[in-house]
Each structure stands twice: as C-alpha cells, then as structure tokens.
C-alpha cells in the first residue's frame, strides 16, 4: 500500500548475517502465501460438478472422502510451518525493538489459523463434504478432524485478529514502521467482518471464507514484503547506522 515517501529513519542495527537471515525468511512467508492462496485456488478444478466455490469450504477440499486430497494435505501443512518460521524468524526480530506487543503479536500470529492452523491440517480432516449425498454439517464435523477444524477456525480467526492488533501496537514504536499501525488494525476488523459474514451468510460460506483466507495471506505478505524494504540496506555499507526507505 503506497503512501509516499517517508522520512523516518529504518534501523538496521545489527550483524549482516542477522539481516541476511531476517530477508531470506521474509522471502520464504511471502511465498508460502502466494503458494498457498494458488494451492486452494487450483483444487477446485478435480471437486467435481457438485461441489460449488461459493457455499462450500476450503477444507471440504481435502475431506476424508474428497478427490485427491494429498496435494492440499501437503501444501498448506508446508505453508502453515513456512508461516510460523517466518514469524519468528523475520517478523518477531525485525520488531523486537516494539518490546512486549511484539512478542505476543508474533507467538499470537504463530498460534492463528495462518500458522498452526494450517500446520495440523493432516489433523483436521472433516468426515463428508457437503458436496457428497447423504452429507450434512453435522455428520461432516462428527469426527476429530470435523471437530478440531471447526475448532481451530474459529478460535485461530481470533487469535489471529488479536496478532494483528498486538503487531500494530509495535509498530507504533518502531522507526520506520508506524505508517503501518492503522492498516493493521484495520485488517483485522476486516477479518472480523469476513467471518461474521461466513457465519451469517451460510450460502456463501465458501464465499467469505475464500475471502478471508486470502485477506490473510495478503496481509502476512504485505507484512514480508514491508521487512524486505526495510531490511533491503542493512549489512552493506554504512551497516549499524540508520537509512532512509520508503513506505509502502
């Protein structure tokens, strides 16, 4: 998101090897999301003519009882373990100096549907899909994996608003990054508002949902994205001063 120039100062205090780090990470999340959004996008082509984008969910895809489940099976397990690395090894040390609000942002961000929601997704395999005749939501949640997926959808949204706004708070006291405060606040009423719409509009569940999981793969990439520019001087000459960069 593009807001000009600022003239703020970005710190790049620190080891170029940290910093190497820190980038090499922040390319790995912004990936996995592009991977991941791309993944679910893709599988809709092989759910046959009963299954319908709009009212069914992403995890009806890789169902006990849907076609080809594997490639969704490994893709977002991947993605979720890409997402959580990301965090603690690119977002959390590009941050740190925003103290506590930081930390919990980045163990909370882990924690969401983004991170160890889709790293237990071989776990969380629903029992039918509603596609399937006979299937009713009931019967689709009425095993471990219907139950833990209901589970971790649900309380991973909250947890991921709530990274969201931890996040913000320490921008606020990073150099460079405060331009970003609002905006991420503002995602993560924008992900409230898309699963409220999921749960009232249960006809265009598949709707919302496809709308929310990409919200927040844009977001996380947005987040990567913003690291690589910031991060983009540090460890070459003049490294351990502060730099001059452009917001998003």
């Given at each position: 998101?593009?807001?000009?120039?600022?003239?703020?100062?970005?710190?790049?205090?620190?080891?170029?090897?940290?910093?190497?780090?820190?980038?090499?990470?922040?390319?790995?999340?912004?990936?996995?999301?592009?991977?991941?959004?791309?993944?679910?996008?893709?599988?809709a082509s092989w759910q046959g003519?009963?299954?319908?984008?709009?009212?069914?969910?992403?995890?009806?895809?890789?169902?006990?009882?849907?076609?080809?489940?594997?490639?969704?099976?490994?893709?977002?397990?991947?993605?979720?373990?890409?997402?959580?690395?990301f965090t603690l090894r690119s977002?959390?040390?590009?941050?740190?100096?925003?103290?506590?609000?930081?930390?919990?942002?980045?163990?909370?961000?882990?924690?969401?549907?983004?991170?160890?929601?889709?790293?237990?997704?071989?776990?969380?395999?629903?029992?039918?899909?509603?596609?399937?005749?006979?299937?009713?939501?009931?019967?689709?949640?009425?095993?471990?994996?219907?139950?833990?997926?209901?589970?971790?959808?649900?309380?991973?949204?909250?947890?991921?608003?709530?990274?969201?706004?931890?996040?913000?708070?320490?921008?606020?006291?990073?150099?460079?990054?405060?331009?970003?405060?609002?905006?991420?606040?503002?995602?993560?009423?924008?992900?409230?508002?898309?699963?409220?719409?999921?749960?009232?509009?249960?006809?265009?569940?598949?709707?919302?949902?496809?709308?929310?999981?990409?919200?927040?793969?844009?977001?996380?990439?947005?987040?990567?994205?913003?690291?690589?520019?910031?991060?983009?001087?540090?460890?070459?000459?003049?490294?351990?001063?502060?730099?001059?960069?452009?917001?998003?």
């Amino acid at each position: 998101m593009a807001t000009g120039q600022s003239d703020v100062l970005s710190p790049v205090h620190g080891p170029p090897e940290r910093w190497a780090s820190i980038r090499r990470w922040a390319q790995v999340g912004l990936t996995a999301q592009v991977i991941f959004v791309a993944s679910w996008l893709v599988a809709a082509s092989w759910q046959g003519p009963r299954y319908r984008v709009l009212a069914h969910s992403i995890s009806e895809m890789y169902a006990v009882t849907a076609p080809h489940p594997l490639f969704l099976l490994i893709v977002i397990t991947l993605c979720g373990a890409a997402t959580i690395v990301f965090t603690l090894r690119s977002v959390w040390p590009a941050l740190r100096s925003g103290g506590w609000a930081a930390t919990v942002g980045s163990i909370l961000l882990t924690l969401s549907v983004a991170g160890l929601g889709d790293l237990l997704t071989p776990f969380e395999r629903v029992a039918c899909r509603m596609a399937d005749p006979g299937c009713t939501t009931t019967r689709m949640i009425s095993n471990s994996g219907g139950t833990l997926d209901n589970t971790m959808t649900s309380i991973g949204l909250l947890v991921l608003v709530l990274a969201g706004f931890f996040l913000a708070h320490a921008m606020r006291r990073v150099p460079g990054w405060q331009s970003w405060a609002w905006p991420a606040r503002g995602t993560g009423i924008l992900f409230l508002a898309l699963g409220a719409a999921d749960v009232l509009a249960p006809s265009l569940s598949g709707l919302f949902e496809r709308l929310l999981a990409a919200a927040a793969a844009a977001g996380i990439a947005a987040l990567a994205v913003g690291i690589l520019r910031r991060s983009r001087h540090a460890g070459g000459p003049g490294a351990g001063h502060q730099v001059k960069t452009a917001d998003l």
